[in-house]
């Protein structure tokens, strides 16, 4: 592979029911590629997490995913509310979920961690007011 | 046999422990382990790739996490019933969904005796 293969998605942020479905396609994507299942693994939790927050935090937004000769990049942007503090955020446990949310099995506060568990490089650029981009790489 | 590393298809553990099936589209997939839990994100943190994740969740999210998480099968305690778009994604996705009438606990020591 020498040219990057990229992809593009928009996540919705109305539809609770379909949330995920980037990270759903991006998998089967992956598998159709014939990339190792725990590469697929990581790629799938990390982006499914931060697609989750783009719904749940943000009103939707954007993702981007290329793969190339050394890893697949994801990139999510949004123009929610951005994260004040990306420190606390980065906290297990942390959330500012409401309880709506919590009834469905989300917002326990470890998305943000399992993103950084299951990246090998992630990068966090959020504003206040404008919104987040969170880039994620995953190596072979 | 060595143990620890048993091996259980899920269609081996509904026959052995008495569990129901509620989607089976890949039955023969092999069981290495089990977690449970009801909050996605503990379950993509701590799971494993090929475990039975033991739930009372019961939405849709289940289907995605249980995909991406690459779970062998979904088991879901306490018979919680599932509806039927649920179902029907769940075997869209190759997605194998299975149900003891048991509370979590009793469900894992279950599963446990075949692991
Ligand atoms: N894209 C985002 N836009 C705004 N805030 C966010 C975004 N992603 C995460 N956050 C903030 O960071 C917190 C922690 O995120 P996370 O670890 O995924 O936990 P959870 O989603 O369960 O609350 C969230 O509760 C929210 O306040
Ligand atoms: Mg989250």
Redesign the pocket.
Known sequence: MSDALNFHFDVDGENFTSAGHASVKVKKILRELGLDPETIRKVSIAMY?GE???V???GG?EADVSVDDKGVTIV?K?S????ADIEK??EEG????QENIRSLG????????NMKRYSDEMNIE?EVGKG?T?TMKVYF | MTPGVTRVKVSELIEKAGFGAVTLPDAEREIKGAYAGDLL?WVMGRAKADDAWITIMSNINVVAVASLADVACVVLAEDVELDAEIKKTALEKGINIISSGKPIYETALEIGRYL
């Open positions: 997490e989750i927050n783009m749940i935090h943000a937004g999510l949004d929610g509310p951005g994260i955020a980065m942390f959330s500012t979920a989300f917002g326990a506060g470890m998305g943000l961690p959020s987040t969170i | 994100s």
